[in-house]
């Protein structure tokens, strides 16, 4: 059984960097068709997909945040982090991070960390 597990500081000031680690078991990082993406949900909003990296170790990410954002992995500790620089209040939102799955070129978000909440404040 595939697991993931959040980890990282729940309060980030603004300006400095928000760092946060999802921890998988129960499957690799480097298995083929798997990609391993970023997620995240402000208080009163729907789903924001940040983006992912993938098997391969290509990353990819949603235009409105490439320029903050950092995906990177280790795949030595089957692990892999999300960076976002020059945060605000506006990046206040429960953290997720997400195996998704492509079959036949359709993409499955099969498996979900339990969430972390991130609050922006001075």
């Known amino acids: 059984q595939v697991q993931l597990q959040e980890s990282g500081p729940g309060l980030v000031k603004p300006s400095q960097t928000l760092s946060l680690t999802c921890t998988v078991s129960g499957g690799s990082i480097t298995a083929n068709y798997h990609y391993w993406s970023w997620i995240r949900q402000p208080p009163g909003k729907g789903l924001e997909w940040m983006g992912q990296?993938?098997?391969?170790?290509?990353?990819y990410y949603s235009s409105s945040l490439k320029s903050r954002t950092s995906i990177s992995r280790d795949t030595s500790k089957n692990q892999f982090t999300l960076q976002v620089t020059s945060v605000t209040p506006e990046d206040t939102a429960i953290y997720y991070c997400?195996?998704?799955?492509?079959?036949?070129?359709?993409?499955?978000?099969?498996?979900w960390g339990q969430g972390t909440q991130v609050t922006v404040s001075s």
């Open positions: 990296i993938a098997y391969s170790g290509s990353s």
């Open positions: 997400v195996r998704v799955y492509n079959s036949d070129g359709l993409y499955y978000y099969d498996h």
